[in-house]
């Protein structure tokens, strides 16, 4: 399965959640290859720190892809079969994000609680990915990520109109969100979610239970494909 986190804009936590979801994976037994389109490279900085701290699995794979062509490829030759393929596209509108959704079975759209933030998933769900499905003929669905909540995002009434936003654009929303915790903090850090000799249980379902979500969101939409 190939899943890109894409949106058009930085901040969001894209990085973490991609950081959580490979971690996950490679638990899992999954085969697992990060190809990082993004120019800042933060990918394969991880798994270099990783691989420094000792913490970098062998069945982690990290592929830097600077070029549309290089996603492309890159995403063609790890694909297959108990393998994972994630892609980091940069937070920008430009040809490298549209060749990772391209590529993808299924795109993950990480939301924060900000207008800009909002605004900028929604243009991914409205705009892009069909551009994607108009060039490649099949389709691409996609599920909201909340990151970086807190319970004041939860409960505050000033942000029940971005929650409505979000719910009113019909692109299904995660059951599970990534809390604003130090675990996540850590995978900036030579550190995947198992990796600590104290990790955080609560971070570990969050990611697991987001994991999921992206599997079940991929799963219904083609059955409704067929």
Not at 3 to 17: E, Q, R
Request: no cysteine; aromatic share 4%; proline share 4%.
């Amino acid at each position: 399965m190939i899943i890109s986190a894409a949106i058009a804009k930085g901040g969001t936590g894209k990085s973490t959640l991609l950081r959580a979801l490979a971690s996950v994976a490679l638990k899992r037994g999954y085969a697992v290859t990060l190809i990082d389109g993004d120019v800042r490279q933060n990918m394969s900085r991880w798994g270099q720190m990783l691989k420094e701290a000792g913490n970098r699995p062998e069945t982690l794979q990290l592929v830097s892809a600077t070029t549309p062509r290089e996603i492309l490829k890159a995403a063609e030759l790890h694909n297959g079969e108990r393998s994972v393929v994630l892609i980091d596209t940069e937070g920008t509108t430009n040809d490298n994000l549209m060749a990772g959704l391209f590529a993808s079975d299924i795109v993950v759209v990480p939301i924060f609680f900000a207008l800009d933030d909002v605004t900028a998933a929604i243009q991914i769900t409205d705009h892009y990915i069909p551009l994607a499905v108009e060039t490649r003929g099949r389709p691409l669905p996609a599920v909201f990520v909340l990151t970086k909540q807190t319970i004041i995002d939860a409960k505050a009434r000033a942000l029940s109109e971005l929650r409505a936003i979000i719910q009113a654009n019909g692109t299904p929303i995660a059951q599970h969100a990534l809390q604003n915790r130090v675990a996540y903090r850590d995978l900036q850090s030579g550190q995947t979610l198992y990796s600590p000799d104290q990790p955080d249980a609560k971070a570990i379902a969050e990611s697991e239970g987001v994991f999921d979500d992206v599997l079940k969101t991929f799963t219904e939409a083609m059955r409704q494909a067929a």
